[in-house]
């Protein structure tokens, strides 16, 4: 049995070039996948980027903070998820409060095929390289939000 420690104390600087206030841990890298425990300090920010190949799913497990997924931009909370597809820019950023984030980065073309329900929807038929085949692009999209406070219930630990 291996444990894998993480969280303060084994954290380091991590992220894209330009990004700020994040520190992370590596909890898995294998050839499937790879997954990242990630902290952001208030105002922290990962830059907009994109991966061309790879899908990821950011998943907010404490705090809060916000979110791009191309020119879409929501906040999130704890116990949300939101998609990152391959090719699409991204990005995430906090403004007055922290937030934790595990990453769950699957490697590869087809690591998440664009038609598996709740992950994303076909994009297109455009394919990797000149007449190659490959997955179809996914377009990512947000979860619909509560938008008002008296939505939420206080015994949730909403970061109100």
Request: without cysteine.
């Amino acid at each position: 049995m291996e444990i894998i420690r993480f969280g303060p104390g084994y954290r380091r600087p991590d992220g894209p070039p330009g990004t700020q206030g994040v520190t992370g841990q590596v909890i898995l890298n294998d050839p499937r996948a790879q997954v990242v425990e990630l902290a952001f300090q208030r105002y922290a920010i990962i830059t907009p980027h994109s991966n061309p190949i790879n899908t990821a799913l950011f998943v907010v497990i404490s705090g809060g903070g916000f979110v791009q997924v191309g020119d879409e931009r929501a906040r999130v909370n704890h116990g949300e998820a939101v998609l990152w597809p391959p090719g699409v820019v991204h990005g995430a950023y906090t403004d007055g409060t922290e937030m934790r984030v595990v990453i769950v980065e699957l490697v590869g073309e087809g690591a998440v095929p664009a038609e598996s329900e709740g992950h994303a929807t076909p994009g297109g038929s455009e394919t990797a390289g000149s007449g190659a085949s490959g997955p179809t692009k996914a377009d990512g999209t947000l979860a619909e939000r509560k938008v008002t406070r008296e939505d939420y219930d206080s015994q949730e630990g909403e970061p109100w």
